[in-house]
Structure formats: structure tokens, C-alpha cells
């Protein structure tokens, strides 16, 4: 990646700005803005994840870049996060809503912006990009939205499908840990610690809260714009990569957004293009400029030209968890939907055979029991892009499954859409789920998956009101994968696996299931784009961003997914260690350490017995002052309810100040 060492323009840096906004309280803010003080327009970005030591060296190398292009950029820590005064609750709450449009107000009146504001962020700073651009203040002017999503329910981190996610249980780790830290004493002085016991007072785990809420209610509709995309009337730059959870958005969002839009999706996981991993990372804040120099400033650059969507469109390759880069190429897509990606149907065979639409295929009925453990090579529902946390060979799961394949490919596929799968399909139980897979099955027989989908069968016609399943029925179920573009050649065979579990990515039903799929009526559809003649691929400058921050690696990081069979328990277990090491922030004095390990373990013939637990250990120390916590959640469940066990300690120089925990038994909800 180059790095810009000579920025355009002077910039000034104010590390603490108090920014008031709602209930008389003040957040806190880094602006990196011109020196000379003229007005120009704010570009906000809005998160929890602590401007001090979370994300101060993604920060430095990308606002003073902005900046030094005529830019007053904001980094502003949501109330209960950072300097920021309160405590945070939950996410995407009305107040924090509402406290973003009292900031971007603020900013507007300054007298180094000339009242033109944008916003930018990636995942919680993208959603509430969207959520606040529903809410149309009048200085907001455009966003950029990355990794983000316009329905909470059906496409975030906490379900799929009706399925309730892995992830949720890590993502309610990760929140815990974070909100059980205290300010910097450096930024806001004697009154850290009175924050820091009330941020202590108010920590839970979230995860509570989230598992109350297992059916799209109220409380998922509130922040998904997908209620009313009207409401979103300014340019919107929605960007996403293939190994992240948050692709399928992108396409949404450009088909029923009405004003000025653009799509991006690389290879990348959940990670600013400009860093994008896999590679290839692209410039993506020059691409940024462009935005921000028409939506802002009103400069002709070219923006409203641009394809509607630009993708990557991936080459095959062998299953690997994890890809430094992903061979393709970029293609232009000049609307979406795209009238030129046709769609090819195959029909499931008695043969464990995907043949052709048009071939007369019997009907009969097979059945599919997965052990608890399907699923371990699935990785993330979204991938970090700092760990093996991408699906393994699909063979390792496909032993637990129903498989059917095509025969080898007389010409390349490229894929580019939602796969979508039908299935007539009957349970011997009356709460299901069933996991899809659409995969390429390499010459040499290795399997790596394309696209995957989850749908809870008591969600089939509702996901507000589930419904249980009459057992021994049949139903007809659409079951829609995620967005993909890449080309399987000639010779490779598609792929479609269908599983009643899909353990850890997915939780287990609350007992062992039986679904007998019926062939011949169902189907596999696939959508591909011919190869125009004059197909010239777009192309992107390499990476840029501005210098690193002073900082002293004291210790490395080290990232780990490992599984572990054991015999005598009878038992898998998948640990995951993502330790990020100990680093000293040199131009503040801070030293930063935090480690964590989430490990998943069930006993194949045992439903009851999947189990899931995060452990978070952080340290903040400086001369005279040193802070640790540890925050610990897991999460267990038998046929009627979920369990809730979570554990917090916070020492103060190696004092123990707080010692919390708690237990919850929740209900399960056709889940």
C-alpha cells in the first residue's frame, strides 16, 4: 500500500472537541481540519469504538488524508464510548439517532464548515449513516455507507433467514468488552473514574436483550430504512466486499434507493477498501473524494456517470480460510437489477444429480439428518479480514448433508446475482432449519463454496409471525443464498449441499431433525452474466493513505481457528483466538493490550449440548495509571429455552474494583 507523505494542504488536529447534542449531554470529537480556517464542508463519522486507542491508526491514515483535500473531518464517539459522556444501551437507539442529527447541526453552524455535511463509516458507522439520512437533516448532504445494512432483522448480525446467528453471541462479547472501559483521565481529567463506575453500573451484556427479540418485532424494524426507502433522499455510496457479511445490501439499496447511488463490492471482508483484505485494495479514499467533491462542494467529477454497480468478479479457487489475495477482475454493471444476467435452472435428482431444466426428473423423496457438528467448515457469517476465518473445503461439511451436483460444465458460468434454491420439503419436527450451500467442485475434487443460505421453516411465510411446522407435511420453500460474483470454468461441477444444521455459524434447532426433500419438483436457479464482447473491465489506483501514527509494537498479534475432536467427550470444539497484541501508542503515552478466544463445542448425536462462549481481556496502562477487564459471556440452550450465564471484573492497579455477573433463561421463540 502507498503511503502519501506530502498531503496537498496543512492540517490542524484538535483531539478533544465536547460536541453538545441531546438530554444537555457532550461527546466527544477528533477533528482533523485546514489550517487557514476557511469554511468547508464536515465529513462525520460516527461510532462506539473509541477514537483514543480503537481505531486511532485507521483514523490517522484516513481522515488527514480527507483533510488535507478541503475537508473538516469528525471522529465522534457515541455517548458512553470513548470521551463521550452517558452510557451506551444498545444499538442504533433513538437517542443515539437523534444525537447525530444534534452533532451534524453543530457542525453545520461552525465557522470553519460551510454547512455542507456528509457522513462516512463502515458497519455501525455505516448503519447509522443510513438510519440518520432517513431522518433528513437539512446539512446533511450525502453519505458513504460500508458494511452496512437497510434491515436489521434479515440481514445483520444477529439472524438469517429466522436462524439465529454464531455471531450474535460474538458480537454481544465484543460490545461487552468495550463498554466496560473507562475515558482517558488524560482527555477528560478527574471525572474519569465517576464515568467509569457509571459505565460499569450500566454494563450487561447485550445478548439478553437481543435473544427477547427472536422474530422480526418493533424493536428490528426500528433503524432498517427498508421500511421506507423513500425516506432516504440524499447520494448514496454504498460499498461492500464478498467475504463480508453485508454484501447483499449493497444490491437492495441500489434497487430501491430513488436518487443519485453507486455500488462497490471487491473481494474484501469487513475492512475499508483502502486497507481491503483479500486484495485487492484500491484507492478507495481518492474513490471517496469523488463523492464527497460532487455532494459537497458541487464539483463536476464524473460520480453520476459511473456504472451503478462496479464488482469484482472472482476467479475460481481452491477453499482456503484465508486469501491474501482473490485473482478476478472488475466488471461494470450499469444498472441494477442487471436485465443481462439470465437465470439457469437445474432440477434435484433421485441420483444426488442437478440436471438441467427441460429433463424429465422422477419424484422421490430423500431424507437428510446432519450430525450437531455440520458446519464447522463454514467460518464467519462475517469475515474480519484478520484471521482464517473464511469456509474451508466444503467436503468436511458435505458429509453431513444431502448433496447434489451437476456434470462437469460444458462452458464458464459467471455468477452474479442470488443463487436461489425451491425445495418441497417435510419435517418429523415442528421447529427446522435448513442450511443451503451452492458450491465449485474443482477437477481435483476439491469443494469451495460459492454462496450459502439459512432459513428457519417455522419463518416460511412470515419472519413477524413464525409459524410451527405440521410434521409429516409438505411445504414449498424459497431459500435464497447471498450475492456473489465469480466465474466457475469449464469443467468444474456446481455443487448444491442442503443440511439441517449448520453449527456454529448457525445455533442448532432444539432437537434433531429429519427433512426429506422431495425431487424433481425442486429446484436450483442460478443467475449469470454473458461475457459481452466489449467487456472492459474498470480499473481503480492502488491504495493510498496518509502516515501511521507513531506506535511501538510490544507484543504481536496472533489469530488462530483451530479444531479440536475429542474422543473421550465426544465432543467438537472450535476455538477461535484473536489476540491483537500489546501496542503502545507513542504520541499519547498509551499502552493498549486486549486478547480474546470464542470457543463453540456440541457433541454430534446432542442437540442440547451446543455451547458457546466468548472471553475478552483488555489492558490500558500509562505511568501511574493501570486499568484491566475481563468480560466473559455463554450461552447454552435445551428444547424449551436459552441460557445466559455472563461474568464482568474491572481492576483498577491490579485492585479489583467490580465483580458482576449474570444469569438469564429466555424462552425459545420457534427458533
Not at 394 to 422: M, N, S
Amino acid at each position: 500500500m502507498d503511503v502519501v507523505d506530502d498531503l496537498p494542504e496543512e492540517i490542524i488536529v484538535e483531539e478533544h472537541v465536547r460536541i453538545p447534542v441531546t438530554d444537555g449531554l457532550h461527546l466527544s470529537a477528533r477533528i482533523w481540519r485546514p489550517a487557514d480556517g476557511r469554511p468547508v464542508p464536515a465529513i462525520l463519522e460516527y461510532i462506539p469504538y473509541r477514537k483514543r486507542f480503537g481505531t486511532r491508526v485507521r483514523d490517522t491514515h484516513t481522515h488527514p488524508f480527507l483533510a488535507a483535500h478541503g475537508y473538516a473531518c469528525v471522529r465522534l464517539d457515541i455517548r458512553g464510548s470513548g470521551e463521550s459522556e452517558g452510557v451506551l444501551l444498545d444499538e442504533y437507539l433513538q437517542t443515539e439517532l437523534d444525537d447525530g442529527v444534534a452533532a451534524i447541526e453543530w457542525l453545520a453552524a461552525q465557522d470553519w464548515c460551510d454547512g455542507n455535511v456528509g457522513m462516512m463509516g463502515i458497519s455501525w458507522g455505516g448503519f447509522n449513516g443510513l438510519q440518520i439520512a432517513a431522518m433528513q437533516p437539512e446539512a446533511l448532504k450525502a453519505i458513504v455507507t460500508v458494511a452496512s445494512t437497510d434491515d436489521r432483522y434479515a440481514d445483520d448480525i444477529h439472524h438469517m433467514g429466522g436462524t439465529l446467528l454464531g455471531d450474535n453471541l460474538s458480537w454481544s462479547g465484543v460490545m461487552f468488552a468495550y463498554n466496560s472501559l473507562p475515558p482517558d483521565p488524560e482527555l477528560v481529567g478527574d471525572q474519569w473514574r465517576d464515568m467509569w463506575m457509571e459505565r460499569l453500573e450500566n454494563c450487561r451484556p447485550w445478548l439478553g436483550k437481543w435473544l427477547r427479540h427472536q422474530r422480526r418485532d418493533d424493536y428490528w424494524r426500528h433503524g432498517s430504512i427498508c421500511e421506507n426507502y423513500d425516506d432516504v433522499q440524499i447520494p448514496v455510496f454504498a460499498v461492500s466486499g464478498w467475504t463480508d457479511g453485508y454484501t447483499n445490501s449493497v444490491f437492495r439499496l441500489m434497487e430501491n434507493l430513488k436518487g443519485p447511488r453507486k455500488g462497490l463490492v471487491g473481494p474484501w471482508g469487513h475492512i475499508y477498501p483502502h486497507f481491503g483484505r483479500p486484495g485487492p485494495a484500491i484507492d478507495f479514499l481518492g474513490e471517496m473524494l469523488r463523492w464527497w467533491d460532487r455532494w459537497l462542494k458541487g464539483k463536476e467529477t464524473g460520480v453520476e456517470d459511473d456504472p451503478m454497480v462496479t464488482a469484482w468478479m472472482q476467479e475460481s479457487a481452491p477453499p482456503n480460510h484465508d486469501y491474501d489475495e482473490r485473482p478476478g477482475r472488475w466488471i461494470a454493471i450499469p444498472e441494477w437489477p442487471a436485465p443481462q444476467v439470465q437465470t439457469q435452472e437445474w432440477r434435484l435428482a433421485p441420483g444426488r444429480e442437478l440436471l438441467p431444466e427441460g429433463e424429465e426428473v422422477p419424484q422421490k423423496g430423500l431424507d437428510v439428518q446432519s450430525p450437531v457438528t455440520t458446519g464447522l467448515a463454514s467460518g464467519k457469517w462475517c469475515s474480519y479480514a484478520n484471521a482464517p476465518d473464511l469456509a474451508g473445503d466444503q467436503r468436511i461439511d458435505d458429509g453431513g448433508g444431502l448433496v447434489f451436483q451437476t456434470d462437469p460444465l460444458d462452458d464458464d458460468i459467471e455468477v452474479l446475482g442470488a443463487p436461489v434454491v425451491e425445495l418441497t420439503v417435510s419435517s418429523d419436527r415442528p421447529v427446522a432449519m435448513v442450511a443451503v450451500r451452492l458450491s465449485d467442485v474443482r477437477p481435483d475434487h476439491q469443494v469451495t463454496r460459492l454462496s450459502y443460505g439459512l432459513l428457519n421453516l417455522t419463518h416460511r411465510d412470515s419472519r413477524r409471525h413464525p409459524e410451527p411446522l405440521e410434521t409429516g407435511r409438505e411445504y414449498t420453500v424459497r431459500v435464497p443464498m447471498n450475492y456473489i460474483a465469480e466465474n466457475v470454468p469449464k469443467g468444474h461441477r456446481l455443487r448444491l449441499s442442503i443440511s439441517t444444521v449448520y453449527w456454529p455459524l448457525a445455533w442448532t434447532p432444539p432437537e434433531d431433525v429429519k427433512l426429506t426433500v422431495r425431487t424433481g419438483v425442486s429446484s436450483l436457479s442460478v443467475p449469470h452474466r454473458p461475457v459481452p464482447a466489449d467487456d472492459a473491465s474498470p480499473s481503480f489506483a492502488p491504495a493510498r493513505r496518509a502516515p501511521s501514527p507513531p506506535l511501538t509494537a510490544l507484543q504481536a498479534p496472533e489469530h488462530r481457528w483451530m479444531v479440536k475432536h475429542d474422543l473421550g467427550m465426544q465432543e467438537a470444539v472450535l476455538e477461535v483466538v484473536d489476540d491483537r497484541g500489546v501496542l503502545r501508542h507513542d504520541d499519547i503515552g498509551l499502552t493498549v493490550s486486549s486478547r480474546a478466544i470464542e470457543t463453540y463445542s456440541a457433541s454430534p448425536g446432542d442437540h442440547s449440548s451446543a455451547r458457546g462462549e466468548t472471553e475478552w481481556h483488555y489492558g490500558l496502562e500509562r505511568e501511574g495509571w493501570s486499568i484491566r477487564t475481563r468480560t466473559r459471556t455463554r450461552l447454552t440452550a435445551d428444547k424449551e429455552n436459552f441460557y445466559l450465564y455472563a461474568e464482568l471484573d474491572a481492576f483498577e492497579n491490579e485492585d479489583r474494583i467490580r465483580s458482576l455477573n449474570w444469569t438469564e433463561t429466555i424462552p425459545r421463540d420457534n427458533v
